[in-house]
């Protein structure tokens, strides 16, 4: 059975390779959904998949990419899965 969690990552996690290097573990492991940066510094992710998969997504999203610093990471239980196909990179969320 699949699950979906959101995710929003705190630290230095903009401008490190971050977003791509989450699609690359993410296709690695069967995870789909999305990743994107947001206005205030943080990075979403959107992640559907299996919940040993998810889980350990969400384990490399703790470190972070090799230049990144993660200082935490908040997950939220998003409810049923959406159906995504791939683990895409979105267009940055800015705040109205």
């Given amino acids: 059975m699949n699950i979906r969690r959101t995710i929003i990552v705190h630290g230095l996690v903009q401008g490190v390779s971050f977003r791509k290097q989450s699609q690359q573990a993410a296709r690695q492991l069967g995870v789909n959904g999305w990743v994107r940066n947001r206005s205030d510094g943080t990075v979403?992710?959107?992640?559907?998949?299996?919940?040993?998969?998810?889980?350990?997504?969400?384990?490399?999203?703790?470190?972070?990419?090799?230049?990144?610093?993660?200082?935490?990471?908040?997950?939220?239980?998003?409810?049923?899965?959406?159906?995504?196909?791939?683990?895409?990179?979105?267009?940055?969320?800015?705040?109205?």
Wanted: charge should be negative; include cysteine; hydrophobic fraction near 40%.
């Fill in 44 to 96: 979403e992710a959107c992640l559907e998949g299996s919940e040993t998969a998810v889980a350990a997504l969400i384990a490399w999203c703790h470190a972070g990419p090799k230049n990144g610093i993660v200082t935490d990471v908040r997950v939220t239980d998003s409810g049923d899965p959406e159906g995504h196909d791939d683990f895409v990179i979105r267009e940055d969320h800015r705040a109205a």
